[in-house]
């Protein structure tokens, strides 16, 4: 009786002692051998107008972001309550491990939609949004590493990367124009193993189910295309900050380094992806022969500005909300807990 009462505190320990200790390692990576008077020298060449165009920056790709969150979403929740609800995930990943901000995410979308969108319908295109995304920013890092990057065994990975991106967008299609028949045919295939039938297809269903919205290509590369813009601010901001720290820097850099670094900070971590994502960073400047300690200096800079901006914008978020940050994180946890137990 006493070993099943055990296992879950041991997986809860796992859950959040791994993501501190791989924040942990990434932190101690970054700072080794870290030359600490070239980090302040850099941080001393910035200017308040460079600070300033990042905070521009930033802020219109987080618009593009919401506005593509509303589309798929089918306009069925206000374009302010979708920004309001993306700014409030970040903040609770910010300041909570498990990733629960996106449940709560979708929580704050379900109760603001007023009957109009279902929980797993909100999850649904929240996934969606998040894998899109990962293929917009897997783009630019192809690009990269294809156009730029004079290595013939990244070369050789990246166009592994491409062929699989192409043959991950035409299943996308496939699936998403033939859902039912897919979704049977697994359902038959995999009906003799228990996880595959029971948790991973209801839980690929609905992923489906959130690519709704791109059966019409036209759709989809709209959507496509907004993200990539979305991205692209991302990469100005890094181009501004080369531009004052680094005058012999190039212009495609940030295509590397914004890519390499969103990937990295996918990796379970501490809350905010301390360490990892300046990790990622620091690793992809060491690419193009960047010191540490500049390349340091921009992230810790870009990912202020990543952290700052939407935990204030979750606050407000919070506040339209009318909920406390406990009541809202008791139901995040409620409704993870209920999607893990889905049979």
């Given at each position: 009786?006493?070993?099943p009462?055990a296992?879950?505190?041991?997986?809860?320990?796992?859950?959040?002692g791994?993501?501190?200790?791989i924040?942990?390692?990434?932190?101690?990576?970054?700072l080794?051998q870290?030359?600490f008077q070239?980090?302040i020298?850099?941080?001393k060449?910035?200017?308040?107008a460079?600070i300033?165009l990042?905070?521009i920056?930033?802020?219109?790709?987080?618009f593009l972001?919401s506005l593509?969150c509303w589309?798929i979403l089918?306009g069925?929740?206000s374009?302010?309550?979708t920004?309001?609800g993306?700014?409030?995930g970040?903040?609770?990943?910010?300041i909570?491990p498990?990733r629960?901000?996106?449940?709560g995410?979708?929580a704050?979308l379900?109760?603001?939609?007023?009957?109009n969108?279902?929980?797993?319908?909100?999850m649904?295109?929240?996934v969606?949004?998040?894998?899109?995304?990962l293929l917009v920013?897997?783009?630019?890092?192809?690009?990269?590493?294809?156009?730029?990057?004079?290595?013939?065994?990244l070369?050789?990975?990246?166009w592994?990367?491409?062929?699989?991106?192409?043959l991950?967008?035409?299943?996308?299609?496939?699936?998403?124009q033939?859902r039912?028949?897919?979704?049977?045919?697994?359902?038959?295939r995999?009906?003799?193993?228990?996880f595959?039938?029971?948790?991973?297809?209801?839980?690929?269903?609905q992923l489906l189910?959130g690519f709704?919205?791109?059966?019409?290509?036209?759709?989809f590369?709209l959507?496509?295309v907004?993200?990539?813009?979305?991205?692209?601010?991302?990469?100005?901001?890094y181009?501004?900050l080369?531009?004052?720290?680094?005058?012999q820097?190039?212009w495609?850099?940030p295509m590397?380094?914004?890519?390499?670094?969103?990937?990295?900070?996918?990796?379970?971590?501490?809350?905010g992806g301390l360490?990892v994502?300046e990790?990622?960073?620091?690793?992809s400047?060491?690419l193009?022969?960047?010191?540490?300690?500049?390349a340091l200096a921009m992230a810790l800079v870009v990912?202020?500005?990543?952290?700052i901006?939407?935990?204030i914008?979750?606050?407000?978020?919070?506040?339209i909300?009318?909920?406390s940050?406990?009541?809202?994180l008791?139901k995040?946890?409620?409704?993870r807990q209920k999607k893990?137990?889905l049979p």
């Amino acid at each position: 009786m006493s070993q099943p009462e055990a296992k879950p505190g041991l997986n809860r320990i796992l859950k959040i002692g791994l993501p501190l200790l791989i924040s942990v390692l990434a932190i101690w990576l970054v700072l080794r051998q870290l030359d600490f008077q070239s980090l302040i020298d850099a941080f001393k060449q910035l200017s308040i107008a460079s600070i300033g165009l990042i905070i521009i920056f930033f802020s219109a790709g987080l618009f593009l972001r919401s506005l593509v969150c509303w589309m798929i979403l089918g306009g069925k929740i206000s374009f302010l309550d979708t920004f309001w609800g993306m700014n409030l995930g970040y903040l609770l990943n910010t300041i909570i491990p498990l990733r629960l901000g996106e449940f709560g995410r979708g929580a704050f979308l379900t109760e603001r939609s007023e009957g109009n969108v279902g929980y797993m319908e909100a999850m649904a295109s929240i996934v969606a949004e998040r894998l899109l995304d990962l293929l917009v920013g897997f783009s630019f890092l192809i690009v990269s590493l294809l156009l730029f990057i004079q290595s013939d065994a990244l070369r050789r990975i990246a166009w592994v990367g491409m062929l699989v991106l192409l043959l991950s967008l035409a299943f996308i299609f496939y699936a998403s124009q033939n859902r039912s028949k897919v979704v049977e045919w697994l359902q038959v295939r995999f009906k003799r193993s228990g996880f595959l039938h029971d948790r991973a297809l209801p839980a690929f269903d609905q992923l489906l189910s959130g690519f709704q919205f791109f059966v019409k290509p036209k759709r989809f590369v709209l959507v496509f295309v907004l993200l990539a813009v979305s991205w692209s601010f991302s990469m100005l901001e890094y181009l501004v900050l080369q531009q004052t720290i680094l005058p012999q820097s190039q212009w495609w850099w940030p295509m590397l380094v914004i890519p390499a670094s969103a990937f990295v900070n996918a990796l379970p971590a501490a809350p905010g992806g301390l360490g990892v994502y300046e990790a990622g960073a620091v690793g992809s400047y060491a690419l193009v022969g960047i010191d540490k300690a500049p390349a340091l200096a921009m992230a810790l800079v870009v990912h202020s500005v990543q952290i700052i901006i939407p935990a204030i914008l979750g606050v407000i978020a919070l506040v339209i909300s009318g909920q406390s940050l406990e009541a809202l994180l008791g139901k995040a946890s409620q409704f993870r807990q209920k999607k893990e137990k889905l049979p």
